[in-house]
């Protein structure tokens, strides 16, 4: 797995978990939620390409076409 992958997710949650806090402390709780929400569908996108990479490379060793 690739370093700069998991800085990557590792930001996305960091960026998203301070606009969770300062939501829900301004009484936006419901506009944080969204937010989180938003922030999972990102990294699970993410991850979607690259299983999609990884079954690639496992038919390019099988030489499955």
């Not at 569908?41 to 060793?61: A, H, R, S, Y």
Request: glycine content about 10%.
């Amino acid at each position: 797995m690739e370093v700069n992958l998991i800085l990557k997710i590792a930001g996305i949650g960091i960026i998203v978990s301070v606009l969770c806090q300062v939501l829900a402390k301004n009484g936006r709780s419901d506009q944080s939620d969204y937010v989180s929400l938003a922030g999972i569908m990102i990294v699970i996108f993410i991850l979607i390409n690259k299983v999609g990479e990884l079954i690639d490379v496992i038919k390019g060793v099988f030489g499955v076409v």
